[in-house]
């Protein structure tokens, strides 16, 4: 009898802090190169990364496609849930410290095993489309609170639907990468024409990303266990957004380039199967959905985040937001469901945005716009800095973790340094 990889009194032969991101309970993929190295797929163990592709040629990892871990995620998430979990036990059991096949093999280890401090990583999968969703309902009311007044905080429609729009697949990219401050069409109130020039008001939201790994048809609809099965994993997600930008030219369509010009997210993805022991049930919801949004059973997740910001100049970071997945109220599986249900089809490789993650109190606010609460209450960082919205220079770093006992499953982290307009 097999032990299951969610086990919490699994152990591998690698040490593995308690405080680690990456125990054997977690086991997440990213895609990493070397200077040796071309960029193959590997798993995240303590401090190292498991190279599967040499697993692979050594004929300890079969999936029955030759090549499938030489490239980013897709070709293993076209396979399905049932590979998923296959590999994914087979990982597990090689790296169980009471396992001798790759524990006893030292020049294999040495081989396959390499320090997560001398790997570059890259974007772990390839985004066939993005979508942002807009389902915090303390974000959603903040923000209504500070532009339309605290009796017209939520549209009509938020609470029957998750909200969204189209973002742009082709400016997500992974932590580290460095991003330039937008330039776009900007109109203060106090103004009476339009100008051209770089944001002013920048800043970040905290978000998680839903990686979808099957398709759905172009003209079908997704049940709640049809649309679960559908998720592959879950990274930590900075969708950027240019504050000024977007207040211009939002009506009547929404945001468009004030979104556009970069989304960030962790080179991590943790598999929806690690994060089971963590799912819980998310708010109540009033009124009740409609028939094809209602979920049978728990689809929200309890994972602790924080946003930290170092100011430019600045040694160390702070942090200025701590707060959780569980408030989400539309899940993700409604998301998923929502989206589909006009007969939208869903590819491999989709990128699912929760929207902004703001918890109840005024130190779970996933955004400066509210944090600031646009900017009449700027945050103070040590050394006396103030930030309202994010200057050239800042570095902005979200983590994620859900806490057993014991250890934890962590997504790593997310970073972005703000570089100046050209």
Same mark, same amino acid.
């Given at each position: ?46 401090? $190292? ?12 990892? *079969? ?10 995620? *897709? ?7 049932? #590979? ?27 081989? =396959? ?5 001398? #790997?570059?990583?890259?974007?772990? $999968?390839? =985004? ?43 400016? =997500? ?77 939002? #009506?009547?369509?929404?945001? $468009?380039?004030?979104?556009? $010009? ?7 993805? #943790? ?43 600045? *040694? ?46 005024? *130190? ?59």
């Amino acid at each position: 009898m097999t032990t299951h990889p969610n086990d919490p009194s699994l152990r591998s032969f690698i040490e593995v802090d308690p405080g680690s991101d990456f125990p054997i309970q977690n086991l997440p993929y990213g895609v990493f190169s070397t200077d040796k190295m071309s960029p193959r797929l590997g798993v995240a163990i303590g401090d $190292f990364v498991l190279d599967l592709w040499e697993l692979e040629q050594e004929g300890l990892i *079969n999936v029955g496609d030759p090549g499938v871990f030489a490239v980013g995620l *897709n070709a293993l998430m076209q396979k399905g849930p049932q #590979v998923w979990s296959r590999v994914r036990a087979r990982i597990s059991e090689l790296l169980r410290h009471d396992h001798p096949e790759l524990r006893d093999n030292k020049q294999l280890r040495d081989r =396959v095993l390499i320090p997560r401090a001398d #790997v570059t990583m890259h974007m772990p $999968f390839t =985004v066939s489309g993005y979508t942002d969703f807009y389902s915090s309902k303390e974000h959603a009311t903040n923000v209504g609170v500070m532009f339309r007044g605290k009796d017209n905080a939520l549209q009509p429609n938020w609470l029957h639907m998750p909200i969204a729009y189209n973002g742009r697949a082709s400016t =997500v990219v992974v932590s580290g990468t460095r991003v330039k401050r937008p330039r776009g069409q900007l109109k203060p109130p106090n103004v009476e024409v339009p100008s051209f020039g770089p944001c002013k008001r920048l800043d970040f939201e905290l978000e998680m990303g839903v990686v979808v790994g099957q398709p759905s048809p172009m003209g079908g609809m997704l049940t709640e266990q049809q649309a679960e099965d559908m998720i592959f994993g879950f990274v930590l997600l900075n969708d950027w957004s240019a504050r000024d930008i977007q207040q211009w030219e939002y #009506v009547p369509l929404g945001p $468009f380039l004030a979104k556009a $010009f970069a989304t960030s997210i962790s080179p991590w993805v #943790v598999t929806r199967e690690a994060l089971e022991p963590f799912r819980l049930q998310g708010p109540e919801q009033a009124p009740v959905p409609l028939d094809y949004l209602k979920q049978a059973k728990p689809q929200n997740y309890d994972i602790a985040l924080d946003v930290s910001l170092r100011a430019a100049g600045a *040694n160390a970071p702070a942090s200025i937001s701590r707060t959780n997945f569980k408030y989400m109220y539309w899940s993700s599986v409604q998301q998923l469901m929502h989206h589909a249900s006009s007969g939208c089809a869903m590819n491999v490789g989709d990128l699912l945005g929760s929207g902004t993650i703001s918890g109840p109190e005024k *130190n779970q606010r996933g955004s400066l716009l509210e944090i600031s609460w646009n900017g009449t209450e700027p945050a103070e960082l040590p050394g006396g800095a103030k930030r309202s919205f994010l200057e050239d220079g800042d570095s902005l770093v979200m983590r994620g973790w859900c806490q057993g006992s014991g250890y934890r499953v962590g997504f790593g982290a997310v970073e972005g340094t703000i570089l100046a307009a050209e």
